[in-house]
């Protein structure tokens, strides 16, 4: 995934998720959905192969708030995001995961508006 200099985060990351579910027929995404809300480890060993991806994140997330990437308000997003993107993932109906992504959004947007806020007024 590339982002241009300047698109938001969320805005990419959001691009990213909604593209990757057209890879998948609705049956692999159900497989897949049962696989990973069944098997710890799986959800384990997923999060080992995201190290990379997460250092990436969280650095631009660093840069858009406007901290380092050590800052708490940093981990603090991501760990929002990689929350609701993970439960995003559990969920094998297209619909419902459509749904969802939209409360993901609005939630996140919102909660890094505040952090940026509060950093702000540092």
């Not at 200099?5 to 990351?13: H, M, N, R």
């Not at 998720?17 to 997923?46: H, K, S, V, W, Y």
Request: charged share 20%.
């Amino acid at each position: 995934m590339t982002r241009p200099p300047g698109q938001p985060v969320l805005e990419a990351l959001a691009r990213w998720l909604e593209a990757e579910p057209q890879a998948l027929t609705p049956g692999e995404r159900e497989i897949r959905a049962d696989m990973f809300r069944t098997n710890p480890t799986l959800r384990a060993l997923t999060s080992v192969q995201n190290e990379e991806a997460a250092r990436v994140v969280v650095s631009a997330l660093a840069q858009e708030i406007g901290v380092a990437d050590d800052h708490p308000a940093t981990r603090i997003a991501f760990g929002a995001i990689l929350g609701a993107f993970q439960e995003c993932e559990l969920l094998p109906d297209p619909a419902a995961g459509a749904e969802a992504r939209q409360s993901m959004y609005a939630f996140l947007q919102a909660g890094l508006a505040a952090l940026k806020t509060q950093v702000a007024g540092r």
